[in-house]
């Protein structure tokens, strides 16, 4: 016998000893972070960056492929006994000589997962992880002139480029409320000291929001640049609308936190029919927030339609894209995006 058989066989005979329990449920205890686990990670430390925003240092598992800067990973962790999943750009260089991940998370208001990664969250927790996914990266080719437009902790997948490849002529415009809650900003102001950067940070509760077409005067070139935004959608809008008005929407890549919401329309009544609940929702709340409100356990990740990590088969009625108003009906095997639909009427989600 070969000793990839036997090793099965032992494997076999050690499932029917340890059932209910499998052999891998035990070595999850002992060594959660093996090759061929489900891939996890360890939180190693919890470092303050400003009042609301940490960075959480994360020793992936073995399975763990790396990642390309401006990247953002899936977490799945566990908070008052829900296993709840978000998406977090990665804000480390990708040769870090230790193999930690670090991201960098804002608490916001009201907010499940980000308070208690920023609040709670220990060194030593086990967090579950999906591996590096997104395109908001840079490309092969370096490109002359760069401009980083970015507001609050849209910073973060940047933060990821800029500690990973370095531009001769590289241009950062900041928006933040005030000084003190620009995240990473002794980083900034070293790199600017080493002029490997030139920065313009907004603050907004004195400077106002920036106006896009500020840009004229303090990046005269930007139309030159080829440039990465990442903020809230009203920066990101106006910087998409932006470029386009000048031709040159190609130069222009943008990483969202939150789907742009916009179609709503008539709500009803949503069936959880494995959970056995039924709630009213109106026509503009995804189908995710309206499920985990009612305390149905719903599979998440991005919670803005682009990891489908919480689809679902509909099993009756309609619902409708958020993002461009389209409805869909229910067909035998027809499955939905909860996190960018609403009830488009009476529904039933297989939840
Ligand atoms: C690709 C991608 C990368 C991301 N990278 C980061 C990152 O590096 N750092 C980071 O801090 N966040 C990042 N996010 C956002 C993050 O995934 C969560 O949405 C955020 O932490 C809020 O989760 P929560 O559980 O605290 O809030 P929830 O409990 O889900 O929501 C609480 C309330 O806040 C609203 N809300 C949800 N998300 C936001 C938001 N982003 N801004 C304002 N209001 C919101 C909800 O509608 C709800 O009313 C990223 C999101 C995506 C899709
Ligand atoms: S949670 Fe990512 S697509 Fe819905």
Redesign the pocket.
Known sequence: MTSVALRGRAWKLLEMVTTPLLPSDYLDLVSPLRAGADLRGRIEAVHPETGDAATIVIRPGRGWRGHTAGQ?VRIGVDVDGVR?W????ITSPTNRQDGRVT????A?P??????HLVRRAKPGTLIQLDQAT?DFVLPQTKPAKVLYLTAG?GI?PVMGMLRDTEFDDVVMVHSAPQPHDVIFRSDLHELVADKKLRLTEVHTDTDGMLDIARLDELVPDWAERETWACGPAGLLDAAEKHWSDHGIPERLHT?R??PSIVAAGDGGEVTFSTTGKTVDADGATPLLDVGEEAGVLMPSG???G?CFGCVTPLKAGAVRDLRTGEITEAEPGVLIQTCVSAAAGPCDIER
């Open positions: 953002y709840l978000r998406a977090y750009s991201i960098t998370v804002k916001i009201d907010g499940k997962v980000s308070n997104g902790s973060t990483e936190f939150r991005c919670r803005m682009i």
